[in-house]
């Protein structure tokens, strides 16, 4: 009898031994239900003429206060800031935005300098009953411009202070977790009324990881929008995620456009990340984020690119996040 219960004991110990190893080797998953930020942007930009007898430059500074909460907890994927590629869970958001921006140009005869301010309060959320989704926002902007120029010897000052609505409905179906269907439109006063529909997939491999793809058309299907990102476990707690998006416009005066843009994201632990992109035109942009712990990150980033009608636009941003 005393064998025999020295040789259960002996199994029990093994098994613990094993339960606290694996323990002490798996990341346990955090999950959250609340996540707020506040984030700042400086952006400026130069552009001339090929004559050389234009220049405007201006800059812009942008603060944003944001807050969504789901109604359900969300599992990070082992980078505390990765989720599943699609939602499932109804939400509500919250978004504060205030801007500023100062623009000056010359051009021969004429001098202008411009200020303009701009405060925007957006309100919205997402409602998931069974398989079915009903989404919807209303936002309020409030903008003011003045202007001082001089033409010829002449004054020609102008402002304006001026307001404007949105309200946007989206209808949704999921036929299964992974695969999601969206019909949304808008409605505003500066941009006229505009329908789109969007699809999103994503392939489960395994583990945390997975291939997603996104598809949508806006407009009279004038607007088409395309990207798929890769997201995987390199071994221990590091991760990447890679990234193509393609844009292409149609015009009905112009000529149509199209961008695309890489991008890609590598987590030395669930704590720790950089990220960069590339797109057209040498529009590049790298950042950095960091979690003092499972709830708090700080982020910093910078980008700049050369458009078709901007010599150079640089800029920075900072960002303050918490999450519970």
Request: aromatic share 20%; proline share 0%; charged share 20%.
């Amino acid at each position: 009898m005393k064998q025999t219960f020295t040789l259960g004991l002996s199994k029990l110990t093994k098994a613990a031994s094993l339960i606290a190893l694996f323990a002490s080797n798996a990341t346990l998953a955090e999950s959250y239900q609340s996540f707020s930020s506040l984030s700042y942007n400086h952006n400026k930009y130069t552009y001339t003429s090929a004559s050389g007898n234009y220049l405007s430059q201006g800059e812009r500074d942008n603060t944003t206060l944001f807050s969504q909460y789901f109604f359900d907890e969300r599992a990070a994927l082992g980078p505390l800031n990765e989720f599943s590629y699609i939602n499932t869970s109804s939400n509500v958001y919250a978004s504060l935005n205030h801007a500023n921006s100062e623009h000056t140009s010359v051009n021969g005869l004429w001098n202008s300098d411009a200020n303009s301010s701009s405060n925007d309060i957006y309100l919205g959320g997402q409602w998931f009953f069974h398989d079915f989704i009903v989404g919807g926002s209303y936002g309020y902007s409030k903008r003011k411009l003045e202007s001082f120029s001089v033409y010829d010897g002449e004054n020609r000052d102008y402002s304006f202070d001026d307001d404007d609505k949105d309200i946007s409905i989206m209808l949704g179906y999921l036929f299964t977790d992974n695969f999601l269907i969206s019909l949304g439109c808008n409605e505003g006063k500066r941009d006229d009324d505009n329908c789109g529909l969007g699809a999103k997939y994503n392939w489960q491999l395994a583990g945390s990881d997975y291939i997603g793809f996104e598809y949508h058309v806006a407009g009279d299907f004038d607007d088409h929008y395309l990207s798929s990102q890769y997201f995987f476990n390199l071994g221990e707690q590091s991760y990447a995620k890679l990234g193509v998006e393609y844009n292409y416009f149609t015009h009905e005066y112009f000529d149509n456009e199209d961008y695309w843009r890489v991008n890609g994201s590598y987590y030395y632990n669930a704590n720790t990340s950089i990220s960069a992109y590339y797109g057209e035109n040498d529009f590049y942009g790298v950042s950095a984020s960091y979690f003092f712990n499972n709830n708090y990150a700080i982020e910093a980033g910078y980008s700049s690119a050369k458009l078709d009608r901007i010599d150079e636009s640089e800029g920075y941003f900072f960002s303050l996040s918490a999450q519970f």
